[in-house]
T-cell receptor
Framework: QKEVEQDPGPLSVPEGAIVSLNCTYS??????FMWYRQYSRKGPELLMY????GNKEDGRFTAQVDKSSKYISLFIRDSQPSDSATYLC???????????FGQGTTLQVKP | NAGVMQNPRHLVRRRGQEARLRCSPM?????VYWYRQLPEEGLKFMVY????????ESGMPKERFSAEFPKEGPSILRIQQVVRGDSAAYFC??????????????FGPGTRLLVL
């Protein structure tokens, strides 16, 4: 079993739709959760991070963590064509800070 | 403030040659992480270095791969005797304090290695 599982998609939605991206993880000791966005042929950029269960909002983006279910989500409201990218969930797994990434979900927002 | 810099951006090597990938962290950052992204896969951790020290190399292949971060100059990821399976995008990330679990890592644009 992979430590972090993420549906690779692709996911295609119309502009303005609410997008839900999800990951599950296997180790209940994980405690720091992140979402990165990666445009084609570019490096990942950090979108959101959170420590604890619950929701964290930043503009059109909401990150949600449910530690009891080992489930993390990223919601994008009012999606825009510029949101078209690959979204990677990541978990910090040790005191050295190395990140364990999901496979990434490719999102396309159509005008 | 310049971001993480990687060069070259694209590298083509024939089987058996050596590949050297360079990473200059963000200004003020002294902690460097290397990740590899194979086609259709997510990023996989390879190695974590501080200046002149390898802290965690649990993701490095046992043979042909090595990494260093000297006191002066960029971090280098070196792949000897490359094989086609080494073709991938290699990303470097840096962080300022090495505080670990709760510190943001900033990624560079990557080096795309193609082995012919």
């Amino acid at each position: 079993q992979k430590e972090v599982e993420q549906d690779p998609g692709p996911l295609s939605v119309p502009e303005g739709a609410i997008v839900s991206l999800n990951c599950t993880y296997s180790n209940s000791a994980f405690q720091y959760f992140m979402w990165y966005r990666q445009y084609s042929r570019k490096g990942p950029e950090l979108l959101m991070y959170t420590y604890s269960s619950g929701n964290k909002e930043d503009g059109r983006f909401t990150a949600q963590v449910d530690k009891s279910s080992k489930y993390i989500s990223l919601f994008i409201r009012d999606s825009q064509p510029s949101d078209s990218a690959t979204y990677l969930c990541a978990i910090s797994s040790s005191n050295t800070g190395k990140l364990i990434f999901g496979q990434g979900t490719t999102l396309q927002v159509k005008p | 403030n310049a971001g993480v810099m990687q060069n070259p951006r694209h590298l083509v090597r024939r089987r058996g040659q050596e590949a050297r990938l360079r990473c200059s962290p963000m200004k003020g950052h002294s902690h460097v992480y290397w990740y590899r992204q194979l086609p259709e896969e997510g990023l996989k951790f390879m190695v974590y270095l501080q200046k002149e020290n390898i802290i965690d190399e649990s993701g490095m292949p046992k043979e042909r791969f090595s990494a260093e971060f000297p006191k002066e100059g960029p971090s280098i990821l070196r792949i000897q005797q490359v094989v086609r399976g080494d073709s991938a995008a290699y990303f470097c990330a840096s962080s300022p304090l090495g505080r670990g679990i709760d510190e943001t890592q900033y990624f560079g644009p990557g080096t795309r290695l193609l082995v012919l």
